[in-house]
Each structure stands twice: as structure tokens, then as C-alpha cells.
């Protein structure tokens, strides 16, 4: 139950640190702390700063952007966040939204791209924090695991599609496979050779780093952590090899798209541009952008966290995620979120408070101010290797056939949202894949797994007929609904019901066994009272049995109960003692004979 106002008020001021989770583990801070959280802030900045290039140019932004949007937020959150080991900042997914988000807007006239990215970044952090405020963390439940493995690995796709124009060295545009691949091949006769030999050998660098560089140093001896550590922050020699040939040769006055001019400096705070075409405009990407980057940050930190026995508040991460897109408006930079890959650095790297993730955007802030000059002669074709590396392992095609052999509906779930991001796009994509789930969900429990129960002989125990040897009373029907009772499902129950009663004349009683009944909604329960009255005038009582508290607390205050023609039994054996004591009798006194026979045996 939410709390009124003036009740947060008076919790917040009893107990700051819930809002404020700073001032809980502040308190305990320490020199060991702080030279762990250094160290760890030291190898995710040096992570960080070609991964923050990388996904502005993967968005649409200016590069500077990415080290913009790679500092403010990373404060917030070390204020706000309840992970200890969460780092924040661009990722590729939602730098890919992004993309496709701004570039509508761009292409309307009525922004331009950083006035948009600033926009999208501002609507996330304040629908975040609305949404963290009244704890509305569940809508992440509406994107099921298959949708959310469908959706990562179609993007996970169309990343790698479109940089490969940027490793050729072509023009290109898209925001679809079928696009990208047009662009590509129209592309081909302008193909450079250069750049394309830099992207393909920055590629194979990266790739062999990622997969041999961590065995090669453990067997030389270097430990396990350090080696896992090394091979992570790989990519910056990359950076630097290819930026030290370019600047050697001149790559960029011979035709080699480099980076360019960074501006040095921190931005001046910015506000975005009040443009109610644009705010309406981008408003639907903007809620699936919180929506995706929220499920991707508590997933990451509840796993991170596991590891350490801590725990994290679901709705507090919200809120703090907004407070962090907020920050990403604020210093001129795009939507952000919690990163796996630098998250699991941060981990192993030793972080053991937040307070590692302000040290990062110390250093972001020092990168901005003194190293901008020095990547102007960075070839894009090696931010481009950079992104389809790290994205590979976003693209997980063998947990299609595993998901559809388990269940084939997960599965078409799955297929379609690939596809449907793949052709369509981001957006198109993932809210096919939530209508699809919500489709199938209904679907499912429109129509739930009902059981006829008969009891196992020599126990006191009721199984489905069709998959035990059992016993039945031939006048006492007894049904198990394996589903919550609502509105989708209450007209099958009561047309169950009725064809099993028709079916068979000799019955005259009908136990409703309410075990996995959850809840009862109105509809359901109007569905019941019909079916009571029903079964009333053709001669057959309806029974309860084993109803959980909550269920009977709303029954009660319905007349249902009042009007019930059976009687509401506490376990399913009660009620088969009451409609058929002959049949029960026999079966439970067999029950005790071998129960005895059982222990006589182990005394003798």
C-alpha cells in the first residue's frame, strides 16, 4: 500500500538513508574502502572512455557526448543507487533506440540531434522517477525473458549491421536490416581500402582478445582476476595502435573518417528544448527506453549483488536511474543505463561501494579536460570493431530453438519480436513482443489446465484421474482450476462445469477444489453464482474445498457463501468424508491397516 505524503515525509525523515542510500554505507567509509573503489574506478574509466565514444557515434551524437553522458549520472547514482557494484553509463541497446528515436525527430526538422538525445534523456529520467516514486517497478514484468532475449538479440544484429558501413568506410543509413543491407550494397563501389583494413584488423584484435588473450596470460602466469581484468580493458590498445598509425600517416587528410575535433572542457549545463512536438513526439520511446534500460539495471544489479549476499531496493534503483538520466540531460548527453560488461569490471575489479562510480566520472571529467586532443586522429572504423565485438555477445540465436522446444508459445513470442525488430525496428519491435506476451498470457489463463480429482488409494491424498491410479464416488465430481479465477477464464469455468455435469447423470455433487486459486475477481465470481443457481435446479449441490484465506476473506463479503447450496470444506479429504464416507472410509482404513503393517515390519 502507498504511502500519503505527509507519511513519506515523516518516513523520510526517520529513516533519510532509504532515498538517500549514501548516507548508509557513508557513514562506515574507510581508507580500505576508498582505496578498493580507486582502483576499481581507475580500470572501468580506462574501460569506459573508448565505450563512451563508441555508443555516441552508435546514437546518432557527436563523440563528446558519450564522455558527457559518462559523468553527472555516475555522481547521481552513487547518491541514490542501492548497488554497490552497478556502473552506469551509455550502453549499446539504448544507444540504439536512441538512434532510431532522435533520427525521426531529426528528420521532421523540428530538433536537432543533441537537442533531442537531451529531450529523451530528461522524459526517461522524469517517468523513472514518477514510476520509482509510487513503485511502479512490476511494469518490468510486462517484458517476459523471451521478449527481452528476442528483443537484445535483434539489436544486438542491427548494431553489427550498422557499423559495418562505418568499417568499410561507405556511407550508409537504416534503422532496419533490410536498410542497412540496401545501404551497404549501394555502398560497395565506394568501399576504402584503408579503413576498411583498419576495421577488419581492429575487429580480429578484439575478437582474439576477448576469446584467447585471458587463457595466453594465465598460462604465463598472470592470475585469473588480473588476466580477466587485462583482457577487458583490451580495446584501449586498440584505440591507441590505430590512433598513433593514424596520426603517423595522416590517415585523416587521405580520405580516413577519423573522430575529429573534441571539444575540451565540461559542457555548460544544458535544458532541453520545451517543444511540445517533439516532448509528444518522442514520449512513447522515451517510456520503452525506461522501461528496457530499468530491466537491464536490476537484472544486472541483482545479480551482482547475489554474488555478495547484498541486497538492492527495486524501486530506490528506479529512482535513481532517472536521477542519472536527469544528470545525462543535464550535462548535454543521451539516455543511460546500468552496463553489464563494465558492471562485472567494476565487480571483479574489487568496487565495494557506489562511491567507485562518482571516482569514475572524476575521471571522465579529467579525460574530458586533457585527452580530447589526442583521439582526433582516431579512425571511427575502430569505434565501429569496438561496438560489434562488444555487442556479440548480445546476439544469442541458440536460445531460440531452447525456448521453443520448452514451450513453443515463448518461442513464437521470441521469433517474433526478432523479427519484428529486425524489419520494422527498436520500437516497432518490442512493443509487438508485449502485445504478443499479454496475448499469450491472456490466452493461457483464458483457458487453464483443469483436473478431475479422485483419491489415491491408501493415502488421503486427490490426483488427477487422467494421470494417477485412483478412486472416484460416481456421484461426486471434484475439479482443480490450476489458475487464478477472472474475467478471461470465467465463462470456461462455468461451460466446464456444465459439460462435465451433462456428461455424466448420476452426479449430485460438485467439489470446486480451490488450491491453486489465488484470487477471485467479480467476474469469476458472478461466473460461480451462476453456476451455483444452475446446478441448484437441476438437483446438484456445488462444494468449496482447501479455498486459501485471502480467496475467503473476499468471498465473505459477497453473498455467495450465503447462497452456496454445498458447503465450504477445509481439505479436499473432508469433503469426500461428508459426500462419500463409504468410499473415503474404505480408502483411509487402508491407509492405517498398511500404515501399521509398515511399522510392525520395521519392530520385527
Not at 33 to 61: E, R
Not at 216 to 224: D, T
Request: aromatic share 6%.
Amino acid at each position: 500500500m502507498s504511502l500519503r505524503p505527509a507519511q513519506r515525509w515523516r518516513a523520510f525523515r526517520s529513516h533519510p538513508e532509504r532515498l538517500f542510500p549514501i548516507l548508509d554505507w557513508g557513514r562506515r567509509y574507510d581508507l580500505p574502502t576508498f582505496s578498493a573503489d580507486l582502483l576499481a574506478a581507475v580500470i572501468v574509466t580506462i574501460m569506459l572512455i573508448p565505450q563512451s565514444l563508441a555508443y555516441a557515434l552508435l546514437a546518432g551524437m557527436p563523440a563528446q557526448t558519450g564522455l558527457y553522458a559518462s559523468t553527472l549520472p555516475l555522481i547521481l547514482y552513487a547518491v541514490l543507487g542501492t548497488s554497490r557494484t552497478l556502473a552506469v553509463g551509455p550502453v549499446a541497446v539504448i544507444s540504439l533506440m536512441t538512434a532510431a528515436a532522435v533520427g525521426e525527430v531529426v528528420q521532421s526538422g523540428a530538433a536537432t540531434h543533441v537537442e533531442a538525445a537531451v529531450i529523451l534523456a530528461f522524459m526517461s529520467g522524469l517517468m523513472l522517477l514518477a514510476m520509482g516514486c509510487v513503485k511502479l517497478g512490476f511494469l518490468s514484468a510486462f517484458l517476459s525473458h523471451p521478449v527481452i532475449a528476442g528483443f537484445i538479440t535483434a539489436s544486438g544484429i542491427l548494431i553489427a549491421g550498422s557499423q559495418i558501413k562505418t568499417i568499410l568506410g561507405i556511407p550508409g543509413k537504416g534503422q532496419t536490416l533490410p536498410e542497412i543491407a540496401l545501404s551497404i550494397w549501394e555502398g560497395l563501389p565506394a568501399i576504402q581500402p584503408v579503413t576498411t583494413g583498419i576495421g577488419i584488423g581492429a575487429i580480429a584484435y578484439l575478437y582474439l582478445s576477448r576469446t584467447r588473450l585471458s587463457g595466453f596470460l594465465k598460462a604465463r602466469g598472470i592470475g585469473g582476476h588480473l588476466a580477466q581484468i587485462i583482457t577487458r580493458i583490451s580495446p584501449v590498445v586498440a584505440i591507441a595502435v590505430t590512433t598513433l598509425i593514424s596520426w603517423g600517416f595522416d590517415l585523416g587528410a587521405k580520405g580516413v573518417p577519423v573522430v575529429g575535433a573534441i571539444p575540451a572542457g565540461l559542457p555548460a549545463p544544458s535544458w532541453p528544448l520545451m517543444d511540445a512536438s517533439v516532448w509528444t513526439q518522442l514520449a512513447l520511446p522515451a517510456l520503452m527506453m525506461s522501461i528496457v534500460g530499468y530491466v537491464e539495471t536490476v537484472s544486472v544489479a541483482q545479480t551482482l549483488a547475489a554474488r555478495r549476499r547484498e541486497r538492492i531496493d527495486p524501486d530506490q534503483e528506479m529512482i535513481a536511474l532517472g536521477a542519472s538520466n536527469i544528470g545525462a540531460a543535464v550535462a548535454g548527453g543521451f539516455p543511460v543505463t546500468g552496463g553489464f560488461a563494465r558492471s562485472v569490471v567494476n565487480f571483479d575489479a574489487g568496487a565495494r561501494t557506489p562511491a567507485a562510480g562518482a571516482f569514475t566520472a572524476l575521471g571522465m571529467m579529467l579525460a574530458t579536460l586533457t585527452l580530447t586532443g589526442l583521439l582526433y586522429h582516431l579512425p571511427q572504423a575502430t569505434l565501429a570493431a569496438t561496438i560489434i565485438i562488444a555487442v556479440l555477445s548480445l546476439v544469442d540465436l541458440r536460445a531460440l530453438p531452447r525456448t521453443w522446444h520448452y514451450s513453443p508459445g515463448d518461442g513464437a513470442s521470441m521469433l517474433v519480436t526478432i523479427l519484428a525488430t529486425l524489419l520494422l525496428g527498436v520500437e516497432t519491435g518490442i512493443i509487438t513482443g508485449v502485445v504478443l506476451s499479454l496475448a499469450l498470457h491472456l490466452y493461457r489463463s483464458s483457458r487453464p489446465h483443469v483436473a478431475v480429482l479422485g483419491q489415491v488409494p491408501g493415502t488421503e491424498h486427490f490426483r488427477n484421474i487422467d494421470r494417477h491410479d485412483v478412486v472416484t464416488a460416481p456421484d461426486v465430481l471434484s475439479l482443480r482450476f490450476d489458475e487464478s479465477l477472472y474475467f478471461p477464464n470465467a465463462r470456461f469455468l462455468e461451460d466446464t462445469i456444465y459439460d462435465r455435469v451433462a456428461a455424466e447423470p448420476r452426479i449430485r455433487h460438485v467439489v470446486l477444489n480451490c488450491a491453486a486459486v489465488n484470487a477471485i475477481d467479480s467476474s469469476a465470481l458472478e461466473a460461480l453464482e451462476a453456476v451455483n443457481s444452475q446446478l441448484s435446479d437441476a438437483g446438484v449441490k456445488l462444494h468449496l474445498s482447501e479455498v486459501k484465506g485471502p480467496v475467503m476473506d473476499h468471498l465473505r463479503r459477497s453473498h455467495l457463501l450465503e447462497n452456496l447450496t454445498g458447503k465450504v470444506f477445509l481439505t479436499q479429504v473432508d469433503a469426500m468424508r461428508a459426500l462419500s464416507p463409504d468410499l473415503t472410509h474404505q480408502t483411509c482404513a487402508r491407509a492405517r491397516c498398511e500404515t501399521a503393517r509398515d511399522h510392525r515390519g520395521r519392530i520385527g
